[in-house]
């Protein structure tokens, strides 16, 4: 009976623990390629690409979403690693 209710306890206390909320903010970004596809030259077109300067207006340039899942939005957002001029 004794085992039976630490046992119980003890999930009760690993569920808790796993359910806390884990933040969203300052988590860096990592590229992971996915597919393996390496064109080469016979795969390439003759059409050129132009690729215009930008500038980033927002408020807050480190927040790169929200979570809305609860009725409060959770910031997600990641260390600004580079400047763009």
Same mark, same amino acid.
């Given at each position: 009976?004794? +085992? ?33 596809? +390496?064109?080469? /030259? ?7 690409? /132009? ?6 207006? +927002? ?8 979570? +809305? ?17």
């Amino acid at each position: 009976m004794i +085992r039976m209710m630490l046992a119980a306890f003890l999930l009760s206390v690993a569920l808790t623990a796993s359910s806390k909320a884990k933040l969203l903010e300052h988590i860096p970004l990592q590229w992971r390629p996915t597919s393996a596809l +390496r064109p080469g /030259t016979t795969h390439m077109t003759a059409s050129s690409v /132009t690729i215009a300067p930008f500038t980033d207006s +927002r408020d807050n340039k480190d927040l790169i979403g929200e979570n +809305r899942e609860d009725g409060t939005p959770k910031p997600v957002s990641t260390p600004m690693m580079w400047a763009l001029s």
